[in-house]
């Protein structure tokens, strides 16, 4: 879609597609891809046969996915006791929020969603301001390579975090379960003691605020070049 939204926006594609993507609709649709393809469970997922042991899908066509993540909960170390209206979260969903938040709060968040909003507000504003200051490390795609390739770039660079994010935890309680129309595996994925004793809230932070950071300055280059 990547590449899609791109070919709209330089009129190589017509905004009478197939998609229904206008310029407008793709521009919104770049922003949001950009940002996900640097989200490690985006890129990764886990496969598991129907005794819930890990296994390879090019090896095993039964091979049940975990959805990147979103069909699994994650129980890490640093995690609070649960109280009444607490849930365990899920696996992808930490990626997408509470290792966000972490860039503002210390330790992990249990305030409700609005709450913890106005109160990391101020704090993001400082970080967008320094994000968009401080050039990246190794954020610029190599001259020679045309923007449609830029995606397939950014997911394979990605991956080996993606795989880290799942070599950090193992899983428990796998087995089946029915998802819509199709069938997932679902269970626990609890944080492994790491071999440097960090936390993985704490190296999952320090992913999320590397790739963002990327990601925006990214994202910027490639509206520069195809408008």
Known sequence: MIPFCIGVLQGRIPEQNERRVTKPVALILLAHYVADIHQPLHVGAE??????????????????????????????????????????????????????????LKGPGTLRKGEMQELIQPHKRELIHQMATHEPNNWRMPPNVPVDSYAEMWADEILPIAREAYARVEFADVHMQQEDDRIVATGEAVEKTAADHGLYRVWATNVVRDELHKAGWRLADLLEKIL
């Open 47 to 104: 496969y598991f046969d129907e005794q819930g042991r890990v296994v390879d899908p090019d090896n095993d066509k039964a091979a049940l996915g975990d959805e990147g993540g979103n069909t699994f909960t994650l129980e890490l170390s640093d995690d609070p006791p649960r109280r009444r209206g607490i849930h365990k979260k899920k696996f992808h969903g930490f990626w997408d929020y509470d290792a966000v938040n972490a860039l503002f």
